[in-house]
């Protein structure tokens, strides 16, 4: 069984920094694509940044320019980067991986951001 274990949520200013980081019980050089989502009340949970095997990456359009998505592989961590952080990136924040076929998820860790 895969496990993803987030890390780094907090309380915030509007403007400020905050690093995520997700750590994987496996190889994510594997993985198909590993990736960040997030799911505020009331709304459905959405995709932040995808990071695919070869390299490529993706961001929302809401996110983009301010959130970078990066990988160690020596570690088998994610990291979601996010500044220039505003209220409407208030959310819990979760670790996607996907590997053939199969997707696993952690239990996500809360972003708070204040106005």
């Known amino acids: 069984q895969v496990q993803l274990v987030e890390s780094g949520g907090g309380l915030v200013q509007a403007g400020g920094s905050l690093k995520l980081s997700c750590a994987v019980s496996?190889?994510?050089?594997?993985?198909?694509?590993v990736g960040w989502y997030r799911q505020a009340p009331g709304k459905e949970r959405e995709s932040v940044a995808n990071?695919?095997?070869?390299?490529?990456?993706n961001y929302a359009d809401s996110v983009k320019g301010r959130f970078t998505i990066s990988t160690d592989n020596t570690r088998n961590t994610v990291f979601l980067q996010m500044d220039s952080l505003k209220p409407e990136d208030t959310a819990r924040y979760y670790c996607?991986?996907?590997?053939?076929?199969?997707?696993?998820w952690g239990q996500g860790t809360q972003v708070t951001v204040s106005s």
């Open positions: 496996i190889s994510i050089f594997s993985a198909n694509v």
């Open positions: 996607r991986a996907y590997y053939f076929s199969r997707e696993y």
């Open positions: 990071i695919y095997r070869g390299g490529s990456k």
